[in-house]
């Protein structure tokens, strides 16, 4: 079955494919398309899909091969792909197509944000975590020193094609990590998903692609309805989509490059969220028992190396985008399957949250 999820923001529409065999269709149509494409391609990907790689590559006017992981997500690296796409030649009516995983799909969405003040731009995730939360919405980044996606802009891509058929390759970390995006929507604004997750056989790379393609379909829905609504997040609503990644983010700086992965992280800002919440105790158990059944950490000693110090933590934490001052705009889970923002002292949740952890 194929869904189109029609995205109507302030630019063009966003046209959102979910099917099985989707990445043959776009092969297809690119070739049809007036114009032509700049190709920014997941190395990883590269690798693991040789020939679909190899036929786009063929058709391109430009190459770049990115390495994925949070570590190339840099300027330096944006710099050098705005370099080659118009060392390429393109025209402001050409395309950059990227395929990759959130990493890259963030880089390759900045560079045509910038190039020429914008080109059209066609996104292909390859990992569950891309597939189900990164790739929609428009938001692209890289990342500095001082904290993770402070370097972006808002660029909404003209197609999202999401072929589930291509995430049956990924190594069982790259599909976890995808795992905790699909938490956060379950936990924060589906009871109905959480409920359906619980039904089906535990989630793995070996699930079949018709049921990730449901998942992923599910998921976007819930995404898209709060992107509609808020695209350029300033009624507050699409701060909700921040579900437990204040914590998230600053662990994952704190980490460094490629040393916890974003669903990690997520997972255990959730599991500090149920727990200092406004939650009832059975919820709070049935909360995490979900967070249990898909196999996410519940203590930082499962997933880094040694327990992280507040104090180093807290210089992180104050760069969050959410921040006012010394508030934070915190998304709050009030009941299963639903969240809300509230305004808190940011130094008072970050050290409920951390105490919840330890």
Same mark, same amino acid.
């Given at each position: 079955m194929r869904w189109d999820l029609r995205l109507e923001s302030p630019g063009p529409a966003t046209r959102v494919e979910i099917a099985c065999g989707a990445s043959r269709d776009l092969l297809r149509d690119l070739e049809e398309l007036s114009g032509t494409f700049f190709l920014v391609l997941d190395q990883g990907f590269q690798e693991g899909h040789k020939t679909l790689a190899e036929s786009l590559s063929e058709k391109a006017s430009g190459v770049a091969l990115i390495p994925g992981g949070e570590s190339h997500k840099t300027p330096e690296q944006l710099i050098r792909l705005c370099s /080659?796409?118009? %060392?390429?030649?393109?025209?402001?009516?050409? +395309? !950059?197509?990227?395929? %990759?995983?959130?990493?890259?799909?963030?880089? *390759?969405?900045?560079?045509a944000a910038l190039v020429l003040r914008g080109l059209p731009l066609i996104q292909v995730p390859t990992t569950l975590l891309s597939a189900v939360d990164a790739c929609l919405g428009g938001k692209c980044a890289v990342d500095l020193p001082e904290g993770r996606n402070l370097l972006g802009a808002f660029h909404f891509a003209e +197609?999202?094609? !999401?072929?589930?058929?291509?995430?049956?390759?990924?190594?069982?970390?790259?599909? #976890? #990590? %995808?795992? %905790?995006?699909? @938490? $956060?929507?379950?936990?924060?604004? #589906?009871?109905?998903?959480?409920?359906?997750? &619980?039904?089906?056989? =535990?989630?793995?790379?070996?699930?079949? =692609?018709?049921?990730?393609?449901?998942?992923? /379909? +599910?998921?976007? &829905?819930?995404? #898209?309805?709060?992107v509609l609504e808020d695209p350029w997040e300033k009624k507050g609503l699409r701060r909700t989509l921040n579900l437990g990644h204040s914590l998230a983010h600053a662990l994952e700086a704190l980490a460094g490059p490629d040393t916890l992965n974003h669903g990690n992280a997520v997972a255990l800002g959730l599991r500090a969220e149920l &727990?200092? *919440? $406004?939650?009832?105790?059975?919820?709070?158990?049935?909360?995490?028992?979900?967070?249990? /059944?898909?196999?996410?950490?519940? @203590?930082?000693?499962? !997933?880094?190396?040694s327990t992280p110090k507040l104090e180093e933590l807290r210089v992180f934490f104050s760069r969050d985008k959410k921040r006012e001052g010394e508030w934070i705009h915190e998304p709050r889970i009030h009941s299963l399957g639903g969240c809300h923002v509230e305004r808190l002292k940011a130094s008072s949740y970050l050290e409920d949250a951390f105490s919840a952890l330890v």
């Open positions: /080659h796409i118009v %060392g390429a030649g393109l025209g402001r009516g050409d +395309r !950059v197509v990227v395929l %990759g995983g959130g990493a890259v799909l963030d880089l *390759g969405g900045l560079a +197609r999202i094609v !999401v072929d589930p058929e291509l995430l049956g390759t990924l190594p069982k970390t790259e599909f #976890s #990590s %995808g795992l %905790g995006e699909v @938490a $956060k929507y379950g936990l924060g604004f #589906s009871k109905i998903l959480m409920d359906w997750l &619980r039904e089906i056989p =535990p989630l793995n790379a070996q699930t079949s =692609p018709k049921l990730l393609e449901e998942l992923v /379909h +599910r998921c976007l &829905r819930i995404k #898209s309805d709060v &727990r200092i *919440g $406004k939650l009832s105790p059975s919820e709070q158990r049935e909360g995490e028992a979900f967070l249990d /059944h898909l196999g996410l950490p519940n @203590a930082f000693e499962q !997933v880094l190396p």
